[in-house]
């Protein structure tokens, strides 16, 4: 039994930290399928449509009145939702007795997370999905 004052070994105390760096890459996955999605879906009727399709079971997905619709939009949400979801489960299952840096895993996020942002920008997403258009 320790006593106060007694040294700690600090290995004894570590726990893995692949499930917080699996939550935040998982965050990162469904929000680059959410910037996919509504770039496609704004470059292509065909696309708009199927997307719209997928996301037709949200409440106020479609609808009439003051609040109108959310249109198309509910499908982008729908998709980035399957994306998150999965994704977390296969990075969680791959990670979870891994012990990767928390504050490098962090500091991947923010950076992916302002590259992502910024794409949701017309001017710089038209650079950056100029395939789109071959759809």
């Known amino acids: 039994m320790s006593q106060p004052g007694d040294r700690v070994d600090i290995d ?7 499930s917080v760096a699996a939550a ?10 959410l910037l996919v999605a ?5 470059r292509s009727k065909a696309m708009e449509g ?30 980035a939702l399957v994306v998150w979801c999965l994704s977390w489960v296969i990075l969680h299952a791959a990670l979870r007795n891994a012990s990767p840096s928390v504050a490098k895993s962090l500091y991947a996020f923010l950076i992916g997370l302002a590259v992502i942002t910024v794409n949701f920008i017309d001017p710089i997403a038209d650079w950056t999905f100029a395939f789109v258009k071959w759809f």
Do not use: H, Q
């Open 38 to 42: 509504d770039k496609i879906s704004n």
């Open 12 to 18: 004894v105390l570590e726990r893995p930290t692949g």
């Open 50 to 79: 199927w997307v719209y399709s997928l996301g037709k079971w949200m409440p106020g997905a479609t609808g009439t009145g003051a609040g109108g619709s959310i249109g198309p939009y509910s499908g982008k949400e729908t998709i």
């Open 24 to 33: 935040l890459m998982a965050v990162l996955c469904g929000e680059f399928a």
